[in-house]
């Protein structure tokens, strides 16, 4: 019996702890969101001061032979993911134009108040998870073009030995970013659809 309180708490902490990480994950984006949104509104800011990076430093040492191939799989990988990001974003339009739709329709429906009222709240969250997928922006291109012609001067070789870690760090970010798209776009998706469900259930069954 103790042993069985015990896991019942570790599990509740687990909730807890997993529940607290959602809600910052939720709050970061919403923010990029806002900002993102500000940024399509007004427009880019002129003369916006830039970040100073440090010149590419001459090479010390011969590139390792294995870097051609490196470059070329974290390249490859970068654009997978980019296309990947654009096509959930097709889809989270989709699912958004499908919810707007599919919600008039159910709460047409529902024909009592209180079973419209949990109709639209539960309709609402699903497009405010398939809105904050839509407006998930931050992704990372690499290499940066200006940056990467700056070293020119050296052999291409070595342009991608000192390039390799900016393309591997985009391909983690973008792949992070891809995931928290496609969670919020499941999310959306999965409460519509039991919204539909549930509300179809209980016009058949006459609850509603």
């Known amino acids: 019996m103790a042993a069985r309180g015990t896991d019942l708490k570790a599990a509740l902490r687990e909730v807890v702890r997993l529940s607290r990480r959602l809600g910052v994950i939720l709050i970061d984006d919403t923010l990029v969101a806002l900002v993102s949104v500000r940024r399509w509104l007004i427009g880019p800011v002129a003369n916006a001061p830039g970040v ?16 051609p191939l490196a470059w070329d799989v974290a390249t490859t990988i970068v654009d997978v993911e980019l296309r990947e990001i ?12 499908a919810l707007v ?18 109709v639209g709240v539960a309709l609402i969250l699903a497009l405010a998870f398939a809105t904050l997928s839509f407006l998930v922006r931050k992704y990372e291109y690499a290499p940066d073009p200006e940056r990467f012609a700056s070293a020119a001067m050296f052999a291409p070789d070595y342009m991608k030995e000192a390039f390799l870690g900016n393309v591997l760090e985009a391909a983690a970010v973008n792949r992070e970013r891809a995931a928290r798209k496609g969670f919020y ?18 016009k058949l069954t006459g609850l509603a």
């Open 52 to 67: 100073a990076l440090p010149p590419i430093e001459a090479p010390t040492h011969p590139t390792p032979p294995g870097i």
């Open 86 to 97: 654009d096509q959930l974003d097709t889809k989270a339009g989709v699912v958004i134009g």
């Open 101 to 118: 739709v599919a919600g008039s329709l159910v709460l047409s429906a529902t024909g009592r108040g209180a079973a419209q009222v949990l």
């Open 185 to 202: 776009l499941n999310c959306a998706v999965g409460i519509g659809a039991l919204t539909a469900i549930a509300a179809v259930f209980a």
